[in-house]
Protein backbone atom coordinates (compact mmCIF):
# COMPACT_ATOMS: atom_id res chain seq x y z
CA UNK A 1 0.00 0.00 0.00
CA UNK A 2 1.33 3.13 -0.54
CA UNK A 3 0.98 5.61 2.79
CA UNK A 4 0.54 9.48 2.17
CA UNK A 5 1.77 12.10 4.13
CA UNK A 6 -0.45 15.56 3.76
CA UNK A 7 0.50 18.76 5.51
CA UNK A 8 0.10 20.53 7.67
CA UNK A 9 -2.98 19.69 8.34
CA UNK A 10 -4.04 22.84 9.72
CA UNK A 11 -3.34 26.34 7.96
CA UNK A 12 -4.69 29.49 9.21
CA UNK A 13 -4.53 32.16 6.44
CA UNK A 14 -5.60 35.62 5.44
CA UNK A 15 -7.63 36.97 2.36
CA UNK A 16 -5.09 37.57 -0.39
CA UNK A 17 -2.60 35.12 0.77
CA UNK A 18 -0.85 32.87 -1.02
CA UNK A 19 -1.08 29.10 0.77
CA UNK A 20 0.58 25.75 -0.60
CA UNK A 21 -0.06 22.39 0.85
CA UNK A 22 1.84 19.44 0.39
CA UNK A 23 1.01 15.41 0.02
CA UNK A 24 4.06 13.52 -0.08
CA UNK A 25 3.99 9.49 -1.11
CA UNK A 26 6.09 6.61 0.29
CA UNK A 27 6.94 5.64 -3.36
CA UNK A 28 6.67 7.30 -6.31
CA UNK A 29 3.47 7.77 -8.12
CA UNK A 30 4.04 9.53 -11.10
CA UNK A 31 1.43 12.16 -11.93
CA UNK A 32 -1.25 10.12 -10.64
CA UNK A 33 -2.87 12.86 -8.12
CA UNK A 34 -5.63 14.72 -7.57
CA UNK A 35 -6.57 17.43 -5.38
CA UNK A 36 -10.29 17.87 -3.90
CA UNK A 37 -12.13 20.98 -1.80
CA UNK A 38 -14.86 20.25 0.46
CA UNK A 39 -17.02 22.40 2.54
CA UNK A 40 -18.45 22.31 5.47
CA UNK A 41 -21.51 19.57 4.82
CA UNK A 42 -20.75 19.09 0.99
CA UNK A 43 -19.94 16.56 -1.08
CA UNK A 44 -15.94 17.03 -2.26
CA UNK A 45 -15.46 18.97 -5.43
CA UNK A 46 -12.53 18.02 -8.40
CA UNK A 47 -9.78 20.58 -8.48
CA UNK A 48 -7.08 19.29 -10.00
CA UNK A 49 -6.28 15.76 -11.70
CA UNK A 50 -3.03 14.89 -13.30
CA UNK A 51 -1.46 16.35 -11.00
CA UNK A 52 -1.37 20.27 -12.55
CA UNK A 53 -4.39 19.74 -14.90
CA UNK A 54 -6.96 22.09 -13.45
CA UNK A 55 -10.65 20.74 -13.83
CA UNK A 56 -12.90 22.86 -15.37
CA UNK A 57 -14.59 25.75 -13.87
CA UNK A 58 -12.02 25.64 -11.17
CA UNK A 59 -10.70 29.23 -10.93
CA UNK A 60 -6.67 29.92 -11.99
CA UNK A 61 -5.58 30.80 -8.42
CA UNK A 62 -5.72 27.26 -7.79
CA UNK A 63 -2.45 25.25 -9.08
CA UNK A 64 -0.80 21.83 -8.39
CA UNK A 65 2.84 20.98 -9.45
CA UNK A 66 4.69 17.86 -8.85
CA UNK A 67 5.60 14.14 -9.10
CA UNK A 68 6.71 10.96 -8.40
CA UNK A 69 6.21 11.63 -4.28
CA UNK A 70 5.99 15.29 -3.91
CA UNK A 71 3.17 17.35 -4.89
CA UNK A 72 2.41 20.91 -3.65
CA UNK A 73 -1.72 22.54 -4.27
CA UNK A 74 -1.07 26.16 -4.48
CA UNK A 75 -3.42 29.04 -4.23
CA UNK A 76 -1.96 31.85 -5.40
CA UNK A 77 -4.37 34.48 -3.21
CA UNK A 78 -6.90 33.05 -1.29
CA UNK A 79 -10.10 34.22 -1.21
CA UNK A 80 -12.87 34.31 1.30
CA UNK A 81 -14.70 31.11 -0.43
CA UNK A 82 -11.54 28.94 -0.19
CA UNK A 83 -11.53 28.70 3.16
CA UNK A 84 -12.53 24.78 3.03
CA UNK A 85 -10.62 21.92 3.77
CA UNK A 86 -8.21 20.07 0.84
CA UNK A 87 -7.19 16.53 0.43
CA UNK A 88 -5.27 14.54 -1.97
CA UNK A 89 -5.75 11.74 -3.50
CA UNK A 90 -3.61 9.28 -5.21
CA UNK A 91 -4.88 6.56 -8.04
CA UNK A 92 -1.83 5.33 -9.24
CA UNK A 93 -2.30 2.28 -7.04
CA UNK A 94 -5.39 0.03 -5.86
CA UNK A 95 -7.15 1.53 -3.38
CA UNK A 96 -7.05 5.04 -4.47
CA UNK A 97 -5.67 6.61 -1.12
CA UNK A 98 -6.71 9.82 0.16
CA UNK A 99 -4.28 12.22 2.31
CA UNK A 100 -5.58 13.17 6.04
CA UNK A 101 -7.06 16.95 4.97
CA UNK A 102 -5.55 20.07 4.87
CA UNK A 103 -8.26 22.50 6.52
CA UNK A 104 -7.75 26.02 5.68
CA UNK A 105 -9.21 28.39 8.17
CA UNK A 106 -9.14 32.49 8.71
CA UNK A 107 -6.45 33.77 10.30
CA UNK B 1 -26.31 17.62 -16.84
CA UNK B 2 -24.10 14.77 -15.66
CA UNK B 3 -25.08 13.79 -11.98
CA UNK B 4 -25.59 11.61 -8.57
CA UNK B 5 -28.51 11.49 -6.76
CA UNK B 6 -28.22 9.53 -3.93
CA UNK B 7 -31.02 8.40 -1.37
CA UNK B 8 -31.76 9.87 1.76
CA UNK B 9 -30.43 9.43 5.30
CA UNK B 10 -30.99 6.77 6.96
CA UNK B 11 -31.37 5.83 10.77
CA UNK B 12 -30.47 2.43 11.48
CA UNK B 13 -30.18 -0.33 14.89
CA UNK B 14 -26.95 -1.98 14.90
CA UNK B 15 -27.25 -5.59 13.50
CA UNK B 16 -29.81 -4.50 10.99
CA UNK B 17 -29.26 -4.35 6.78
CA UNK B 18 -29.83 -1.47 4.91
CA UNK B 19 -28.96 -0.76 0.83
CA UNK B 20 -28.14 3.14 -0.05
CA UNK B 21 -28.86 3.77 -4.06
CA UNK B 22 -26.98 6.20 -6.14
CA UNK B 23 -28.64 6.84 -9.59
CA UNK B 24 -26.56 8.31 -12.48
CA UNK B 25 -28.56 10.58 -15.19
CA UNK B 26 -26.88 12.95 -18.19
CA UNK B 27 -24.54 10.33 -19.16
CA UNK B 28 -24.14 6.45 -20.11
CA UNK B 29 -24.45 4.78 -16.45
CA UNK B 30 -22.50 1.53 -18.29
CA UNK B 31 -19.42 3.26 -19.63
CA UNK B 32 -17.90 4.75 -16.32
CA UNK B 33 -17.32 2.88 -13.11
CA UNK B 34 -18.98 4.30 -9.95
CA UNK B 35 -17.29 4.27 -6.62
CA UNK B 36 -18.08 4.75 -2.88
CA UNK B 37 -16.31 7.06 -0.36
CA UNK B 38 -16.76 6.83 3.50
CA UNK B 39 -16.52 9.80 5.57
CA UNK B 40 -17.15 8.81 9.42
CA UNK B 41 -17.71 12.26 11.17
CA UNK B 42 -15.37 15.13 11.54
CA UNK B 43 -12.94 12.41 9.27
CA UNK B 44 -11.45 12.46 6.33
CA UNK B 45 -12.15 10.63 3.00
CA UNK B 46 -11.86 6.48 2.33
CA UNK B 47 -12.18 4.87 -0.65
CA UNK B 48 -14.98 1.92 -0.33
CA UNK B 49 -15.14 0.22 -3.89
CA UNK B 50 -15.88 0.49 -7.00
CA UNK B 51 -17.92 -1.22 -10.08
CA UNK B 52 -18.28 -1.33 -13.60
CA UNK B 53 -22.34 -1.31 -14.26
CA UNK B 54 -21.56 -2.39 -17.57
CA UNK B 55 -20.54 -5.75 -16.00
CA UNK B 56 -20.70 -5.69 -12.66
CA UNK B 57 -16.81 -6.06 -12.47
CA UNK B 58 -16.38 -5.03 -8.68
CA UNK B 59 -12.91 -4.12 -6.57
CA UNK B 60 -12.98 -3.64 -3.10
CA UNK B 61 -10.77 -2.14 -0.78
CA UNK B 62 -8.87 -4.47 1.67
CA UNK B 63 -10.06 -2.53 4.86
CA UNK B 64 -13.64 -2.94 3.69
CA UNK B 65 -14.03 -6.53 1.63
CA UNK B 66 -16.31 -8.60 3.46
CA UNK B 67 -18.03 -5.59 5.37
CA UNK B 68 -20.06 -4.51 2.74
CA UNK B 69 -21.31 -5.13 -0.91
CA UNK B 70 -21.78 -2.75 -3.91
CA UNK B 71 -23.77 -3.52 -6.96
CA UNK B 72 -25.66 -1.88 -9.53
CA UNK B 73 -28.28 -2.68 -11.76
CA UNK B 74 -28.02 -0.87 -14.87
CA UNK B 75 -31.30 -1.37 -16.24
CA UNK B 76 -32.02 1.87 -13.77
CA UNK B 77 -29.11 3.91 -13.71
CA UNK B 78 -28.38 2.95 -10.13
CA UNK B 79 -24.92 1.52 -7.99
CA UNK B 80 -25.97 0.51 -4.38
CA UNK B 81 -23.87 -0.23 -0.99
CA UNK B 82 -25.37 -2.78 1.11
CA UNK B 83 -24.79 -4.51 4.64
CA UNK B 84 -26.01 -7.15 6.48
CA UNK B 85 -25.45 -5.78 9.85
CA UNK B 86 -24.92 -2.84 10.48
CA UNK B 87 -22.45 -1.72 13.41
CA UNK B 88 -22.18 1.47 15.33
CA UNK B 89 -18.79 1.72 13.59
CA UNK B 90 -20.72 2.31 10.27
CA UNK B 91 -22.19 5.68 11.40
CA UNK B 92 -21.04 8.19 8.51
CA UNK B 93 -21.45 10.15 5.85
CA UNK B 94 -21.25 7.65 2.36
CA UNK B 95 -20.86 8.91 -1.05
CA UNK B 96 -20.97 7.87 -4.48
CA UNK B 97 -18.40 8.95 -7.62
CA UNK B 98 -17.64 9.24 -10.68
CA UNK B 99 -14.36 8.97 -12.44
CA UNK B 100 -12.80 11.60 -14.93
CA UNK B 101 -12.28 8.63 -17.36
CA UNK B 102 -13.51 5.00 -18.42
CA UNK B 103 -11.00 3.83 -15.67
CA UNK B 104 -11.27 2.24 -11.96
CA UNK B 105 -7.88 3.94 -11.70
CA UNK B 106 -8.94 8.14 -11.72
CA UNK B 107 -10.10 11.00 -10.06
CA UNK B 108 -13.62 11.65 -9.26
CA UNK B 109 -14.78 14.30 -10.86
CA UNK B 110 -18.60 14.23 -10.26
CA UNK B 111 -20.30 13.08 -6.83
CA UNK B 112 -23.40 12.85 -5.51
CA UNK B 113 -24.71 14.89 -2.85
CA UNK B 114 -23.96 11.73 0.19
CA UNK B 115 -25.95 9.72 1.89
CA UNK B 116 -25.47 10.01 5.76
CA UNK B 117 -25.95 6.36 7.54
CA UNK B 118 -26.63 6.71 11.82
CA UNK B 119 -26.53 3.00 13.46
CA UNK B 120 -27.71 3.60 16.96
CA UNK B 121 -29.41 1.53 19.80
Known amino acids: AIWMTQSPSLLSASTGDRVTISCRMS??????LAWYQQKPGKAPELLIYAASTLQSGVPSRFSGSGSGTDFTLTISCLQSEDFATYYC?????????FGQGTKVEIK | EVQLVQSGAEVKKPGESLKISCKGS????????IGWVRQMPGKGLEWMGIIYPGDSDTRYSPSFQGQVTISADKSISTAYLQWSSLKASDTAMYYCARPVAASPYDAFDIWGQGTMVTVSS
Open chain 1, 89 to 97: QQYYSFPGT
Open chain 2, 26 to 33: GYSFTSYW
Open chain 1, 27 to 32: QGISSY
